[in-house]
């Protein structure tokens, strides 16, 4: 090809120094429209999260590949005024790969499309992207209860603002007292401990079923006898001695995550689920059902224990072969909802009570995860 008239031809020793300079002004450039890109995501997200939460009607979740279990724990946060209020304050990850494997964020962009969208439902595929980083996989059957743990974990452990984490605590988490007593000498040891969840078991000792909710929150707060193989050292004694071992309940957060132990290990190491009636009430008032032995609080901290129902995740199916949904109550609306996936909608009081379980119905619908809300929250 011949030279344009009017232009003399370029050194080839410049040539690589020109390339280099104009990658670099690319890259310039596009670091500019990605920060520019970036703040105007950011001034989205700051309008968008000054309404309330699913104003416009609450919106389900596409199964994506058995993401009925996620689909049910996210909708059980995201519903959550008290969460999303603190999720709205989160630190945004300054660079796009950050963002991809942050939980909060992602957690974030989703309830804003489902905010702002007028479909019926979204894809959690790019949360569930981010969770597959941290073995949170897709196509594999989740436990509820388990899966809320590991959610909420790594959401506080990816959270910048130490007063967020805080808030985060305060609004989950449980705090008891644990004692242990040697029956031999009296010495006695205690220890404040925390939980996410109060794991309730629907059987006592001799595998007798407990009939209400109120008789499995007295059971797990009942002590123990540690006798033979389960005797303790005692320091005082010197040798192992019978212990009397016990709980006592020191704080309540605003919401309260119950888990009934709805799935049971027999001695050939079959699991099996406890599909047997359990009645559960929409309030709750934890100074009618625990003693004062039980308790290790003082009269202001338990004139807030008093709960109204705010969601149940149920599981229908067996232990190998099953289905999560959840039914939530709009803290916006006051209505219950019922969320299966992508299908949404609303149901009655009588509706949640179907969630109650049947000793006949092995494969029925039961409640599995019942999250309560404090009434007069201090």
């Known amino acids: 090809m011949g030279q344009r008239s009017g232009r003399q031809k370029r050194s080839k020793k410049l040539e690589p120094v020109l390339s280099e300079t ?11 429209e990605e920060v520019k890109e970036m703040k105007t995501k950011d001034q989205r997200l700051t309008s968008v999260f000054g309404v309330a939460d699913l104003k416009n009607g609450a919106i389900g979740l596409y199964n994506i590949g058995q993401s009925c279990c996620l689909n049910s724990v996210l909708q059980v946060f995201l519903m959550n005024t008290h969460f999303t209020g603190i999720l709205r304050r989160i630190t945004v990850p300054p660079y796009p790969a950050q963002q991809k494997n942050d939980v909060p964020y992602q957690m974030l962009l989703l309830l804003e ?10 894809s959690p595929i790019a949360l569930a992207c981010c969770l597959s980083v941290y073995r949170v996989k897709l196509f594999v059957q989740h436990d509820a209860a388990h899966l809320f743990l590991t959610l909420w974990n790594l959401i506080k452990r990816q959270m910048k603002k130490p007063e967020l984490v805080e808030e985060l605590n305060d609004l989950y988490t449980i705090c008891v007292q644990e004692h242990l007593a040697c029956q031999k000498c009296s010495f006695e040891t205690k220890r404040n401990s925390s939980m996410l969840t109060l794991p309730l078991p629907l059987l006592d000792s001799n595998s007798h079923m407990l009939k209400t909710l109120e008789a499995c929150l007295q059971y797990f707060f ?4 540690l006798t033979d193989h389960n005797m303790c050292f005692c320091e005082q ?12 309940l020191v704080h309540l957060p605003q919401t309260l995550t119950i888990h009934l132990k709805r799935f049971s290990f027999e001695k050939s190491a079959y699991i099996h689920k406890l599909s047997h009636y359990l009645p559960f009430s929409e309030d709750l008032d934890f100074n009618a059902i625990l003693t004062e032995n039980q308790c290790q609080a003082d009269d202001k901290e338990k004139a807030a224990w008093q709960y109204e129902l705010f969601a149940v995740v149920a599981h229908s ?46 494969w029925g619908e039961t409640a599995y995860l019942l999250i309560y809300m404090k009434k007069h929250p201090q």
């Open 22 to 32: 104009m990658m670099t002004e690319a890259e310039v450039r596009n670091d500019k």
């Open 113 to 122: 499309e489902m905010q702002c969208g007028k479909q019926k439902a979204v």
């Open 222 to 225: 009942l002590p123990e006898e």
């Open 237 to 248: 004694c010197g040798r192992k001695t019978p212990f009397l071992q016990s709980m006592k």
């Open 317 to 362: 199916g067996s232990t190998s072969c099953g289905h999560y949904c959840a039914y939530i109550r709009s803290l916006t609306e006051c209505k219950w909802y019922c969320f299966n996936d992508s299908e949404v909608c609303k149901v009655s009081w009588d509706d949640v009570k179907c969630t109650y379980g049947h000793s006949k119905l092995h």
